[in-house]
């Protein structure tokens, strides 16, 4: 039965191979490239980044960029689900039409509606204003907090759904039996509920990490200049510098640390999964 399978296989393995393992290959080679015309091989692009505070600091904004952005969506996220999965297949389809239509609308468009909304005469300095919660205009825009709000609001449902599918496929009656047996709603919802859903919410904490922190359109129009993150260094470096070596080991070093965070996201998982 494996050896019959092999020949279904191929074709994707062949496609995977060309298209990723292949174009990472040249992109390894040319990061340890002095040149584009690899006429010789060194680190010292590595030892460029490692040697210059601006560089790695810029990896730990993006990375600790992501860990904001994806707190706020499970925060948020979370309850959707919980309420989507509790509800009638009628609320249910409102409340995923909701969550799924940024997706649906182009990142360039939302991203200009964003920039609309967070500006210093936008939707939300406006509100702040009339309500008396503040007497000049908050600074949303071009800032750590408005990136953080904007990337949270693109990727939801990114959040959303595997937590979603997830609470679907629990039994009600264990909800029924953990209230007959004392517990309280808050109770059920930490013993029982969390639990089993925490496949989902890894899922979706290592979607919207991966996501949040390779945004390249929303980091550089709601960043702005004054915020670097890893995507636009790369991109300064690639098209700005025409420094191609150095991008490349940029790319790789991000990529590897992005992997990184993903691996400890899944061993702290199931560690808690092992104790739950």
Not at 69 to 97: E, K, M, N
Not at 141 to 149: D, F, N, P, T
Request: net charge positive; aromatic share 10%; glycine share 6%.
């Amino acid at each position: 039965m494996q050896r019959d399978g092999l020949p279904l296989a191929l074709p994707l393995a062949t496609l995977f191979a060309v298209a990723f393992v292949a174009p990472l290959c040249v992109l390894v080679a040319l990061s340890m490239s002095a040149d584009a015309e690899f006429s010789r091989f060194t680190l010292q692009n590595y030892v460029k980044f490692f040697t210059d505070r601006f560089n790695y600091s810029i990896l730990i904004d993006t990375l600790s960029l992501g860990v904001k952005a994806t707190a706020v969506c499970l925060i948020f996220g979370y309850p959707i689900a919980w309420v989507a999965a509790r509800s009638s297949p009628r609320i249910q389809s409102l409340l995923l039409f909701i969550v799924v239509l940024p997706i649906m609308t182009s990142v360039v468009v939302r991203t200009f509606a964003w920039i609309v909304i967070l500006g210093r005469q936008g939707v939300l300095n406006q509100i702040a204003q009339w309500l008396g919660l503040t007497q000049e205009p908050l600074k949303l825009l071009y800032s750590e907090l408005g990136v953080v709000i904007v990337l949270a609001q693109v990727q939801m449902p990114l959040m959303v759904l595997p937590i979603l599918t997830v609470l679907s496929r629990i039994d009600p009656n264990l909800w029924d039996a953990s209230q007959a047996l004392g517990a309280g709603a808050w109770r059920t919802l930490w013993r029982v509920t969390l639990p089993l859903s925490t496949p989902g919410i890894v899922a979706g904490c290592i979607l919207t990490y991966a996501a949040c922190v390779t945004a390249f359109v929303t980091q550089s129009l709601i960043g702005g200049a004054r915020l670097v993150y890893m995507p636009l260094h790369i991109y300064q470096q690639a098209i700005g510098a025409n420094n191609w070596p150095f991008a490349a080991a940029l790319s790789v070093i991000f990529m590897i640390a992005v992997l990184a965070a993903v691996a400890i996201l899944n061993s702290l998982a199931a560690r808690a999964q092992r104790h739950a």
